[in-house]
């Protein structure tokens, strides 16, 4: 309860924006239709993974694309109800909502995980169980149910005040995180890669931490296998790393076949930390 709610609300608390568009955010009931969405369609997803394991896990690569997508969608969001607040509080009459949604938009969350979420889904995945994957994933959902329900209650209230606008940034700034979050996951954007640490080796070590993966950069030799052991010094969002197109849940050792000279890339699962592999 207390990691989902730090990240996830975060990650994809943006979509409860979708809710105060033409509801004018004057139904309490749309963020239990959009909690119970959620709900299913993470029970759904943990009872496949369950039984069938990472075949219907998404890959790295269709998770940044997501990402961006769900930025650029909690963007237009913020833009209306910027647009709403400085339009004014009091429409003349208000346009119904469609029934569908609010859950719509709360199974949409499973698309856009946040780091703690990914660490369920390897849960769900190992458990080798339908049920307990589907309990697993459910579990979680009721655990930060609590956060979204005050969320949406915040953006109801301020949607009929002045805040919307302020509301509205915080949010246009949520979305172009999420975006440039998926950007880097899918590692289309170069970034400096810093000096590498050490002699190349057959293996190195990098450990997780809260700020990132340290060492940031490690020589490993090209041409032969090379494992690269993980370890976790903290948990957070670099608990599961995005590497050589699969992800992997720490503390854990990844064998990675003969590898030309140059750089390989890696990411936490959220595309928020990189690290490189220098191999020469």
């Given at each position: 309860?207390?990691?989902?709610?730090?990240?996830?609300?975060?990650?994809?608390?943006?979509?409860?924006?979708?809710?105060?568009?033409?509801?004018?955010?004057?139904?309490?009931?749309?963020?239990?239709?959009?909690?119970?969405?959620?709900?299913?369609?993470?029970?759904?997803?943990?009872?496949?993974?369950?039984?069938?394991?990472?075949?219907?896990?998404?890959?790295?690569?269709?998770?940044?694309?997501?990402?961006?997508?769900?930025?650029?969608?909690?963007?237009?969001?913020?833009?209306?109800?910027?647009?709403?607040?400085?339009?004014?509080?009091?429409?003349?009459?208000?346009?119904?909502?469609?029934?569908?949604?609010?859950?719509?938009?709360?199974?949409?969350?499973?698309?856009?995980?946040?780091?703690?979420?990914?660490?369920?889904?390897?849960?769900?995945?190992?458990?080798?169980?339908?049920?307990?994957?589907?309990?697993?994933?459910?579990?979680?959902?009721?655990?930060?149910?609590?956060?979204?329900?005050?969320?949406?209650?915040?953006?109801?209230?301020?949607?009929?005040?002045?805040?919307?606008?302020?509301?509205g940034v915080v949010a246009i700034a949520a979305g172009l995180w999420t975006a440039g979050a998926g950007i880097n996951l899918g590692g289309w954007v170069s970034t400096a890669a810093p000096e590498a640490a050490g002699p190349p080796a057959r293996s190195v070590t990098v450990w997780a931490?809260?700020?990132?993966?340290?060492?940031?950069?490690?020589?490993?030799?090209?041409?032969v296998p090379v494992e690269v052991v993980f370890k976790l010094a903290d948990r957070g969002c670099t608990g599961t790393v995005s590497i050589d197109g699969r992800d992997v849940a720490l503390p854990a050792t990844v064998r990675l076949p003969p590898q030309p000279p140059g750089l390989l890339?890696?990411?936490?699962?959220?595309?928020?930390?990189?690290?490189?592999?220098?191999?020469?």
């Amino acid at each position: 309860m207390v990691a989902g709610t730090a990240t996830c609300t975060a990650a994809q608390g943006g979509l409860l924006m979708g809710l105060l568009d033409g509801s004018r955010g004057r139904d309490p009931a749309l963020v239990g239709w959009f909690l119970a969405g959620r709900l299913v369609s993470y029970t759904v997803v943990g009872a496949l993974l369950g039984l069938l394991g990472s075949a219907v896990a998404l890959p790295p690569q269709a998770r940044a694309v997501l990402l961006v997508a769900a930025g650029l969608t909690v963007i237009v969001f913020a833009i209306r109800l910027m647009r709403r607040g400085r339009a004014g509080c009091a429409p003349a009459e208000p346009a119904a909502p469609s029934r569908y949604k609010a859950p719509l938009l709360g199974a949409a969350t499973i698309l856009v995980p946040c780091g703690v979420t990914l660490g369920i889904e390897m849960l769900a995945i190992s458990s080798g169980s339908p049920s307990a994957g589907a309990a697993a994933m459910a579990g979680f959902v009721v655990g930060t149910a609590p956060a979204f329900a005050l969320l949406g209650y915040v953006l109801r209230r301020i949607s009929r005040t002045r805040l919307a606008r302020v509301a509205g940034v915080v949010a246009i700034a949520a979305g172009l995180w999420t975006a440039g979050a998926g950007i880097n996951l899918g590692g289309w954007v170069s970034t400096a890669a810093p000096e590498a640490a050490g002699p190349p080796a057959r293996s190195v070590t990098v450990w997780a931490t809260r700020e990132g993966y340290r060492p940031a950069m490690v020589s490993a030799r090209a041409g032969v296998p090379v494992e690269v052991v993980f370890k976790l010094a903290d948990r957070g969002c670099t608990g599961t790393v995005s590497i050589d197109g699969r992800d992997v849940a720490l503390p854990a050792t990844v064998r990675l076949p003969p590898q030309p000279p140059g750089l390989l890339r890696y990411a936490c699962g959220m595309g928020m930390y990189t690290g490189f592999i220098d191999f020469s």
